[in-house]
């Protein structure tokens, strides 16, 4: 039993290693920021309350966000978004997909302060996203 575990942890160490090979220290919370902002692979318009809440997103006073999408991609597809061919402004480092993406947004409804807030049923839409990058890191999703 003891070996079997110690296979699942070096798997689980060298997963992550590979996911974020070769990327800067400083710019690591910032893209795990955004991928628990806005990285919803299996997100659908029914859990915008759940999810908000599970992931703890809250607006930039610390109170409810008023909006948030989530982007249904993985995250190869949200890093390719950042390749130099996309680059739509060089002074705010903004690049645009070359495909739509399928996108939840959520909205808040009620409530003062986490965990306290509700979000009203998403919208599902298909859309060209527009990501802030940093060193070929996804770290800002611009709302458009």
């Known amino acids: 039993m003891?070996?079997?575990?110690?296979?699942?942890?070096?798997?689980?160490?060298?997963?992550?290693?590979?996911?974020?090979?070769?990327?800067?220290?400083?710019?690591?919370?910032?893209?795990?920021?955004?991928?628990?902002?806005?990285l919803g692979p299996d997100m659908n318009v029914q859990k915008c309350t759940s999810e908000m809440r599970k992931r703890n997103i809250t607006g930039t006073d610390n109170g409810c966000k008023p909006v948030n999408t989530f982007i249904q991609a993985n995250e190869n597809q949200l890093k390719a978004v950042c390749d130099k061919k996309n680059q739509l402004n060089k002074d705010r480092n903004l690049f645009k997909s070359g495909q739509p993406f399928p996108v939840v947004t959520c909205r808040f409804q009620t409530g003062k302060r986490p965990p306290n807030c509700t979000y009203r049923r998403g919208r599902l839409s298909t859309r060209y996203i527009v990501l802030g990058c940093v060193g070929g890191w996804p770290v800002h999703y611009e709302n458009l």
Not at 5 to 18: D, E, G, R, T
Request: net charge positive.
């Open 2 to 38: 003891e070996i079997h575990q110690s296979a699942v942890i070096l798997l689980l160490v060298l997963c992550v290693s590979f996911s974020t090979h070769n990327q800067p220290p400083h710019i690591k919370p910032r893209y795990q920021k955004f991928l628990n902002q806005h």
